[in-house]
């Protein structure tokens, strides 16, 4: 897409600090990194977010993921990787170009925090149940 940031990156339009490229996926350093290595993955193929993604394309840009990650943890030796991937405004995605997060972690004073406040008491094992329901018939 013409006006997209990232499409523009993938050109060569607009600078970047590339790590990885392929016939599919380009991966660039992110420019306000939450880590020190904080990776960006992005299929070549325009798509706004994970629900416009053709499963071709998810399918070479997870092949490529393990990889990316892989030379992070070779470069930096991280305890751990967080991947995040931000779609909707709602959920965050400021660049409306789908882009996978991956974002090595190294101890609880990287700065990166990340907290899961589980709501399992609203949600018994019935409710769960229909819910697994409603997502399969829309399978
Ligand atoms: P999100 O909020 O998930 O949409 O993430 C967008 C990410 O893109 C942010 O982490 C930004 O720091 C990053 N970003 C924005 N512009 C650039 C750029 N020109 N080069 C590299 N990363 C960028
Ligand atoms: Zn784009």
Redesign the pocket.
Known sequence: MSDC?FCK?IDGQ?P?LKVYEDEQVFA?????PLTKGHT?LIPKTHCKDLFEMPEEVARNLYAAAPKVANAIKAAFNPVGMNTVN?NGEAA????FHY?L?LIPRYDETDGLQVKWNSRQAEFPTEVLTAIAGQIKENI
């Open positions: 940031l990156i607009i970047s660039f350093m992110d420019i306000m960006l931000n965050g995605q400021t660049v882009h997060h």
